[in-house]
């Protein structure tokens, strides 16, 4: 073609078409396919966002279809961001493709009881799901669980504990679907009750208060550790461990009080008065939640972290300890390294003896 013996220019630089970054050298593809199509065609792209900068996809495609309004456009894609970026869409969900020309797929009403954003990564996805707490991409728990589990399985962080229960629970209902979805929650000092009932529902409560305690570990210390203190690591831990359990001692009290909270919110939770309740049963609801012993559950909760103490049971320890910053941070970077957190992050993904230890430990669905 002619136009490829012109030179490009950027700025007062003048160089060869074949100079082009290969993102350039898609739009300018991109723009010639679609401007030269015949009038009233179907276009099929695949694959729409190859090698573009994400912020440009979609401002491209959408002047494209707004110039070649008589055609019918037909995106192949895996993009969350470039489906949610479309308006006026049908949305197909593709079950199935065998080559060269066997398609099974299915047309999907926009009503969903999952948001578009989930349903989009789920419908995009070969792998079971499983939620996880976290509110984005960039979380501690999307972190240690995608690396982990993220060969076999696609995580996606959604909040807090009630949306990974209420997310896992609406996807499971979805039997069109066929997918296998799980859940993934801190141990945050649930009831034995609640977590018997999370684990018959595929959610699994890992053992530990939250997951910054799960990078306290065992497995863990030791890994980082021999690798930076290979002499005196297990002094380094042992003198760590030492000042967790007097700082658990000292708060004791408000240790108790967040555990007590959580159990307070349970005992809510199950007497919830819906729309159509009778008196009798409203009055009955309110009078269980009149009943709940909140001192004896306090007290209850004291001599349980007393015991813990007496003890010097470490697991259970990471089991009641809510205080995530003071120990996993501000202890941890005096007692055991600088940046502690980071570096047990960066382990636990390039060890794969130390992700199966952590696997078969707290995350076996």
Not at 149 to 168: A, M, Q, S, W
Not at 218 to 227: A, E, F
């Amino acid at each position: 073609m002619d136009f490829l013996k012109e030179k490009s220019q950027k700025g007062d630089k003048h160089y060869h078409v074949n100079g082009l970054s290969e993102g350039e050298k898609s739009v300018l593809y991109y723009i010639m396919s679609v401007l030269m199509a015949k009038k009233d065609s179907f276009i099929v792209v695949d694959e729409p966002e190859t090698y573009l900068n994400p912020s440009l996809t979609n401002t491209l495609w959408d002047l494209l279809l707004e110039e070649r309004k008589d055609c019918q456009f037909i995106f192949i894609t895996h993009s969350i961001d470039f489906v949610l970026g479309r308006n006026g869409i049908q949305i197909a969900w593709i079950k199935e493709f065998e080559y060269p020309n066997k398609w099974e797929f299915d047309f999907l009403d926009n009503n969903f009881e999952l948001p578009q954003t989930l349903m989009t990564e789920i419908l995009g996805s070969n792998k079971p799901i499983v939620f996880c707490e976290g509110d984005d991409k960039s979380s501690l728990d999307y972190y240690i669980y995608r690396a982990i589990l993220g060969e076999k399985y696609t995580i996606i962080p959604v909040g807090g504990h009630h949306e990974v229960v209420r997310y896992r629970s609406v996807l499971s209902k979805m039997t069109w679907l066929n997918a296998e979805a799980y859940g993934i929650i801190d141990g945050d000092n649930h009831s034995k009750g609640y977590i018997e009932n999370a684990q018959s529902n595929n959610i699994v409560v890992i053992p530990v208060n939250e997951i910054e305690m799960l990078l306290l570990d065992d497995s863990v210390l030791n890994g980082v550790l021999k690798i930076f203190f290979p002499q005196d690591y297990s002094d380094r831990i042992k003198e760590f461990k030492n000042k967790f359990f007097s700082i658990v001692e000292k708060k004791i009290e408000r240790i108790a009080l967040t555990s007590t909270k959580t159990a307070i919110d349970e005992k809510l939770a199950t007497q919830k008065i819906e729309e159509d309740s009778s008196l009798e049963r409203m009055k009955s609801n309110l009078q269980e939640i009149t009943n709940f012993n909140i001192e004896g559950v306090y007290e209850s909760k004291i001599l349980e972290i007393k015991e813990i103490i007496q003890e010097r049971d470490y697991e259970k320890l990471l089991l009641i300890c809510n205080l995530k910053k003071e120990i996993s941070k501000g202890l941890a970077n005096k007692e055991l390294d600088n940046d502690y957190i980071e570096k047990a992050k960066q382990q636990i993904l390039t060890n794969a003896s130390l992700k199966l230890t952590l696997r078969n430990k707290y995350l076996n669905f």
